[in-house]
């Protein structure tokens, strides 16, 4: 079956302005995650969704990071007031539940960059 | 101290030799454990995951796993130019009050052929 698909594959944006990158996880899983990963770096957790709520959002950096996720299945990652220190890869993963053995499948990424 | 520790590398083997990659981590209660394999410019795939000490394998990849030392490894027999990537420990923190995975910066394997 298709896997984790993240649109847009790449974002270039100035500072200042504000992004959304989408999410589509397995068909099936009910849980989501996002990471970031900077160069050279592994993932860097920022929010677990167990269906539509955010079960837990300790990894988002600041309030200008907000995700959502209304119906359960696909999920939007919001950044306001971008900044330069936001150019990362952002990596959505999804698993079958959230037990904690559950595995992670990651999508492709979207690399954000901004000038 | 970090809370999961790996080698960066470069580790570099000869093509059929035996790739041994190891990582530690801080927390006793951690419970599940994974290995990804990630290719330059592309995403985290995942190959191997382990939850009980012991050794776990599948195809020419075996993870083992120690708890009591806090140290999980990967071993992957008979190397292949392919396998050159970056591998990534990620482990399940918190004794499994939240699902987040932390990762190590990863280990740079490079196979010769």
């Known amino acids: 079956g298709a896997g984790v698909s993240q649109t847009p594959s790449n974002k270039v944006t100035e500072k200042g302005k504000y992004v959304e990158l989408r999410c589509d996880p397995i068909?099936?899983?009910?849980?989501l995650y996002w990471y970031r990963q900077s160069l050279g770096q592994g993932p860097e957790f920022l929010i677990y969704f167990q269906g539509t709520g955010a079960a837990d959002d300790s990894g988002l950096p600041n309030d200008r990071f907000f995700a959502v996720r209304p119906e359960g299945s696909v999920s939007t990652l919001k950044i306001q007031r971008t900044e330069r220190g936001d150019s990362a890869v952002y990596l959505c993963?999804?698993?079958?539940?959230?037990?904690?053995?559950?595995?992670?499948?990651f999508g492709p990424g979207t690399r954000l960059t901004v000038l | 101290q970090k809370e999961v520790e790996q080698n960066s590398g470069p580790l570099s083997v000869p093509e059929g030799a035996i790739a041994s990659l190891n990582c530690t981590y801080s927390d006793r209660g951690s419970q599940s454990f994974f290995w990804y394999r990630q290719y330059s410019g592309k995403s985290p795939e995942l190959i191997m995951s382990?939850?009980?000490?012991g050794d776990k394998e599948d195809g020419r990849f075996t993870a083992q796993l120690n708890k009591a030392s806090q140290y999980v490894s990967l071993l992957i027999r008979d190397s292949q130019p392919s396998d050159s990537a970056t591998y990534l420990c990620?482990?399940?923190?918190?004794?499994?009050?939240?699902?987040?995975?932390?990762f190590g910066t990863g280990t740079l394997l490079a196979v010769q052929p």
């Open positions: 382990i939850y009980s000490n």
């Open positions: 993963a999804s698993s079958l539940t959230g037990v904690l053995w559950n595995e992670q499948f």
């Open positions: 068909s099936g899983h009910t849980a």
């Open positions: 990620a482990v399940n923190i918190d004794g499994g009050a939240t699902n987040k995975l932390i």
